[in-house]
């Protein structure tokens, strides 16, 4: 199992532009989940989905939107980024025993 | 809603000192608490988790935590520090049918000196 997977690892974008993070679980899970971690902030709930086809607001989820097709894929997507956006992402997917598996995280700066 | 507050920010301990990191939660409801460590530059990782069974749950690398409902804590504790303990520890919280849905605390950096 490859467990939790993102990409890109590192992303640079100006102001204005658009992206997607991807993030994918070979798992089953059906919670996924995604954070930003910025510095003495710990990580922060930007959208989570509790099954394909069901998604939720987090903590901040201004500027970011996300869908859910499939079980295995939870994209984030970013519309026109901000310098507040700067950040690293993580993805995590958890089951029903409700622990989190997290990604490898990427690292995202706006300019 | 749910919270977590982790006191103190930084925490240093010398090498095979007891450590101790506190985690407070607020929640109306029962909780599930969690403690995860991240390394630098990586992911996070699980080191135990509280789902209303024992009070006092065991984890991995020596680490344990107990959960205090009188209190509403769940502190982190080690006897004897390591070296290769200093990282970034996460408390976390969660209810019942809320499983991607984790309220994180701020962080404590754990730094263990020789």
């Known amino acids: 199992n490859a467990g939790v997977t993102q990409t890109p690892k590192f992303q640079v974008l100006k102001t204005g532009q658009s992206m997607t993070l991807q993030c994918a679980q070979d798992m089953n899970h059906e919670y996924m989940s995604w954070y930003r971690q910025d510095p003495g902030m710990g990580l922060r709930l930007i959208h989570y989905s509790v099954g394909a086809g069901i998604t939720d607001q987090g903590e901040v989820p201004n500027g970011y939107n996300v869908s859910r097709s499939t079980t295995e894929d939870f994209p984030l997507r970013l519309l026109s980024a901000a310098p507040s956006q700067t950040s690293v992402y993580f993805c995590a997917s958890s089951s029903h025993t409700y622990e989190q598996y997290f990604g490898p995280g990427t690292r995202l700066t706006v300019t | 809603a749910q919270s977590v507050t982790q006191l103190g920010s930084h925490v240093s301990v010398s090498e095979g000192a007891l450590v101790l990191l506190r985690c407070n939660y607020s929640?109306?409801?029962?909780?599930?608490l969690f403690w995860y460590v991240q390394y630098p530059n990586q992911g996070l990782q699980l080191l135990l988790k509280y789902t209303s069974a024992a009070t006092l749950v065991k984890g991995i690398n020596g680490f344990e935590a107990e959960f205090k409902k009188s209190e509403t804590s769940f502190h982190l504790t080690k006897p004897s520090a390591h070296m290769s303990d200093a990282a970034e520890y996460f408390c976390a919280v969660t209810i019942y049918n809320q499983g991607g849905k984790l309220i994180f605390g701020q962080g404590t950096e754990l730094s263990v000196k020789p």
């Open positions: 929640s109306s409801v029962p909780p599930y």
